[in-house]
């Protein structure tokens, strides 16, 4: 199993590489936030692990080992982002915490909250319960639309501000 920052590394070179064809320490500093140095480490070390191919002075690549890792990492990433923006997450927080739990998310709890997802993305408009949830979340009153109510209802009526 990758460690988190071998994970975050990987992810990070496949996103460059999505792009222009090879990333290069420059690169991947950029999107980490860390010194070239510490990059050339990180790829000398992917590269013995048989994640990068890697040639010092010239961009890397990833190995289909790599490549497997970095895309798991990015969809769990882009997952777990979208669950809490579904929530109402403002997207800068919720990209953050998505790097954070990709790293320790059970792959069980992992499979539901693809599951979810999916789910309440193939809807329409979205579970109706989504918007009483929201609604919920913004005045701390529960609301429950019945149909002998439903004109009325604050989440879904005609009397909805």
């Known amino acids: 199993m990758a460690s988190d920052r071998t994970e975050d590394y990987l992810e990070a070179i496949?996103?460059?590489v999505r792009r222009k064809g090879y990333a290069k320490v420059k690169d991947v500093s950029q999107i980490l936030i860390v010194g070239p140095?510490?990059?050339?480490?990180?790829?000398?070390?992917?590269?013995?692990?048989?994640?990068?191919?890697?040639?010092?002075?010239?961009?890397?690549?990833?190995?289909?080992k790599g490549?497997?890792?970095?895309?798991?990492?990015?969809e769990?990433?882009?997952?777990?982002?979208?669950f809490l923006l579904i929530l109402g997450i403002a997207d800068d927080i919720a990209d953050e915490d998505a790097c954070k739990i990709e790293h320790s998310v059970n792959p069980e709890t992992m499979?539901?909250?693809?599951?979810f997802v999916n789910f309440v993305q193939k809807t329409e408009q979205g579970p109706r319960w989504l918007d009483h949830f929201k609604y919920y979340h913004e005045t701390g009153e529960f609301v429950?639309?019945?149909?002998?109510?439903?004109?009325?209802?604050p989440v879904h009526g005609k009397k909805r501000k």
């Open 111 to 115: 499979s539901r909250l693809t599951n």
């Open 144 to 153: 429950e639309c019945t149909p002998s109510n439903s004109q009325n209802c």
């Open 76 to 82: 769990k990433h882009n997952t777990i982002r979208e």
């Open 37 to 64: 140095p510490s990059v050339t480490e990180m790829f000398k070390k992917l590269s013995d692990d048989g994640l990068v191919n890697y040639e010092k002075y010239s961009g890397v690549t990833l190995t289909k």
């Open 14 to 16: 496949y996103t460059v």
């Open 67 to 74: 490549e497997k890792i970095a895309k798991e990492t990015r």
